[in-house]
C-alpha cells in the first residue's frame, strides 16, 4: 500500500496528493510518469510526477477528475492509500542526458497550458537547482484554474500568465505571449517545451515553426493504460508509429500529427470506435508487446 500524506484540491476539478513511494522518488526524473490503482478491482491511472522528494520517499501527482475513476479518486484523503503505484514509466526529459554546462548556453521557453502546468513544473525545478535560469509561461481559461503560480515563480527566472478571459494578469491565448516575447521583446530561445491540452500543443507548434523554434511536446494527455497495449496514445510521429507511453510521452512537436491524434482521441471514447481503430490500424494498433510491428 502506498500511503496518501497529503491530499489538497487546487482549483475546480483539479487535485494534488503527496505519495509516499519511496522507490519511486528514489529514480524518477522529470518527464516520466506513474500508474496508480486505488483498489484490487480499480482502473490504472497514467499520472505523470509533478514533484518528488527523494529524501523524505515522497512523489506528488496532480490530476483532473474527467471520469468515475478520478472522481472517486478525488475523494480520498491524507491517512487513505492507492493499493499500486508503479513506476518510473516513460522516458525523462532529454535535458536530464545532456551536459549541464552545454545546458546552460542555451536559453529554454517552457509553456503549460491549465493542468499542464504540473509536468511543467518538475522540469523548470530541475533547471533551477542546476542553476539554469528559464523563461514560463502559464496559461490557464480563468484566474481560478491557475495552479502552483507560487510554486512556479520560485524556480522560474522570468513567469507569464495569461488567461483566456483577462481576470488574471495579460488576456489572450499562449501563443500570444510567445509572439509578444520573440517578436516584441525580441527574447531569442533555443529550445520551447510546451504542455497542455492537445489542442493548444498543436497551435504552439504551428507558431514555434514559423518562429523557427524547435518545440518538444508532452503527448501524457492521450495515455490511457501506460504500456502501449490499449492502442490510445498511437500517435504519428515524423510519419512513424509511436506510442506515447512507451516511446515517450516527449516528442519533436513540429513531427507530431496533432489533427489525426486528436480524431484518434474522439473515436477512442467509444467500444465501436475502439474496434474500428483496431480493424484500420491491424498490427499497428498497440505496441506494447514489442511483437507487433507498432513501435518500428
Known sequence: ???????????DKIYLMDVKAPRVACACEPGEFVIVKMDEEGE???????DFDREEGTITIVFQTVGASTEKMAELKAGDAFRDVVGPLGNASDFVKEDVAELKNKKYLFVAGGVGAAPVYPQVKWMHEHGIDVDVIVGSKTKDLIILEEEMKAVAGNLYITTDDGSYE????????????????GKKYDVCVAIGPMIMMKFVCLLTKELGLPTIVSLNPIMVDGTGMCGACRVTVGGKVKFACVDGPEFDGHEVN?????????????????AL??????????????????ND
Open 1 to 11: 500500500m502506498y500511503q496518501i500524506l497529503k491530499a489538497e484540491k487546487l482549483a
Open 277 to 294: 481503430l483496431k480493424l484500420r490500424e491491424g498490427d499497428t494498433h498497440h505496441g506494447g508487446c514489442g511483437h507487433c510491428g507498432g
Open 170 to 185: 495579460r488576456k489572450g491565448m499562449v501563443t500570444e505571449v510567445i509572439k509578444d516575447l520573440v517578436q516584441n521583446q
Open 258 to 274: 496533432f489533427d489525426e491524434a486528436m480524431k484518434r482521441q474522439q473515436m477512442y471514447k467509444t467500444e465501436e470506435g475502439r
Open 44 to 50: 490504472r491511472i497514467p499520472l505523470t510526477i509533478c
